[in-house]
């Protein structure tokens, strides 16, 4: 199931990386055209357009925090016409920028080191329906409804390997848009579209994830012109060019803990955050979400010591910022 598509730019851009193994699987060729035609619908229907135009995304949004707390947050962003991107964000006591003009981007020092809730945020808006990919197998489409709206809802499994997460996506029957999406334990939810430039978008969005959630309101809007004196990159933000060729680093020793109990034990997954130097070590491990005060320290301990074929960008080694899973099995 893909949610989101990987923007890679320069210098230290932050980035997931996930390999997936599929093998075919028996399916109803016919049912599975039905789930993605609709889902291609729902691309169709919640698209701009015309234009390009110059967009202005607000978003108001509710987050847990690292402590568990709910925290305010608010996230901006300005698309151009002529692609210049504009991001401004704001959670708890975190605040970051950046700038992309042309060939260069500027961004203030955290901004690459988001919490949990700001990567979220940035990769819930701008809105995109979901997709079906190769490790999804299709079993039933069915009416329903969804928060009171007339639905149909496709009923799927994702399967990885020898994991399997039970699936859902249910779009309006009237006017095609997503309405829900779940897979295992994540669940974004979509309500109160509204039109702009002819597409039709989510005032309203919720994500669940275990025990963080998000609830955030957004209003998106067309602007006459470029505001020109927000796309000026200040001197003492750091600043870089995007690549024209580039190379994720590449694990060359990334060891995990050593599973305790059975075989099939259950899993506890710790979502790390940590820069790649351009030699290949880890520096500023830490964990996105936090699990177990335990766990937590060990991964960080854990990762700190992995070490990579440094990334490249044009061909020269440099940092780059990744996210990264620890598994503790039996723990």
């Known amino acids: 199931m893909r949610t989101a598509m990987t923007r890679a730019l320069l210098s230290t851009a932050a980035v997931a990386v996930m390999a997936v193994n599929c093998t075919a699987r028996a399916e109803d060729v016919q049912l599975r055209s039905q789930a993605v035609a609709l889902l291609n619908h729902a691309h169709v229907v919640s698209q701009l357009q015309g234009g390009p135009y110059n967009i202005r995304t607000e978003a108001t949004f509710t987050a847990t925090a690292a402590d568990g707390n709910l925290q305010n947050g608010t996230y901006t962003r300005i698309r151009a016409i002529d692609g210049g991107l504009r ?108 039109l702009v430039q002819g597409g039709l978008f989510p005032a309203h969005i919720v994500y669940r994830e275990g025990s963080f959630s998000l609830n955030a309101d957004l209003k998106m809007t067309r602007l006459d012109e470029k505001p020109e004196d927000e796309f000026a990159i200040p001197g003492d933000w750091a600043q ?84 990264s899973v620890v598994h503790f099995q039996g723990r």
């Open 240 to 323: 870089g060019s995007p690549c024209k060729q580039w190379q994720m680093p590449i694990a060359k020793s990334t060891p995990q803990p050593r599973g305790e109990g059975a075989p099939d034990a259950p899993v506890t997954n710790v979502l790390v955050h940590l820069h790649v130097t351009a030699e290949g070590t880890v520096t500023n491990a830490q964990v996105m979400k936090p699990v177990r005060s335990d766990l937590d320290a060990e991964a960080v301990k854990l990762v700190s010591a992995w070490l990579f074929q440094p990334g490249t960008c044009n061909g020269n080694p440099q940092e780059y910022v990744i996210n």
């Open 87 to 194: 991001q401004d964000l704001t959670f708890s006591g975190y605040s970051a920028s950046s700038i992309s003009v042309g060939v260069q981007r500027g961004w203030t020092k955290s901004w690459d080191d988001p919490p949990f809730a700001a990567l979220r945020i940035r990769q819930l808006v701008p809105y995109a329906p979901a997709s079906f990919d190769s490790s999804d197998v299709i079993h039933e489409i069915r009416t329903s409804s969804y928060n009171g709206r007339p639905a149909l809802c496709v009923e799927f499994d994702t399967i990885v390997g020898e994991n399997r997460l039970p699936g859902e996506i249910c779009v309006d029957k009237a006017n095609g848009t997503m309405l829900e999406l779940r897979s295992g334990d994540k669940l974004w939810e979509y309500s109160d579209f509204y």
